[in-house]
């Protein structure tokens, strides 16, 4: 009899069923259909969302795969007003500088159908701002001092895995990244060992939402796959 012991090397897989072909599609459809629906946005209620819906997230953005299990990565889930506010005329400034000259013609040519400007009220109007940071050093276990891998990759992917969560729980989601965002560190209190990655706006959307028409462009299949 197989035994789950911390000293075996491997454990039974747990967590999967084999379902029939026929519910693996009706499963696929309901997920594709939610997340096809999911869209960025820049207007927020100012509504609360209760702390222990963010820490579920994160919480389920962690199980994300990550290069030797190092679990690279530091979420600071942000509600305290004035902090937003430190954020908010931290990003701004970096944005002015960006639209103002530091982004090339190409770049802003392809940001104006989204009608994005350096004015960012949603930092402060949103009930919650999750920095995501990347570590460079860390370990599978807590207060370890390793070299971190394929940082970029795991990062990413408990990125991708927090926004679906969000989403999943009927809160909009903006991935703000200015360029650079070294404000965050500073602001956040995080070691210079750790790089930011994203900047979270999380919130229910505005009863006047809107978003722009460009976000709606979606690649066919055909275009972003090819099967051989």
Known sequence: MSTTNQDEKYVPLTGYSRMPEEVMREELETLRDRLSRRRSIRMFSGDPVPRDI???AIRTAATAPSGANHQ???FVAISDLETKRKIRAAAEEEEREFYGGRASEEWLDALDPLGTDAHKPFLETAPWLIAVFAQRRGGEQTGQDKKNYYV??????????????LHSAGL????????PM?????????PKTEKPFVLMVVGYPAKDC???THALIKKDLSAISTFV
Not at 182 to 190: Q, S, V
Request: net charge neutral; aromatic share 4%; glycine share 12%.
């Open 54 to 56: 963010i820490e579920t």
């Open 152 to 165: 970029t990759e795991s990062v990413g992917l408990a990125t991708g895995m927090l926004i679906t969560a």
């Open 182 to 190: 070294g404000f965050l560190t500073k602001i956040c209190g995080r």
């Open 72 to 74: 690279p990565w530091h």
């Open 172 to 179: 909009g989601t903006l991935t703000h990244t200015p360029a």
């Open 210 to 212: 809107q978003v722009p």
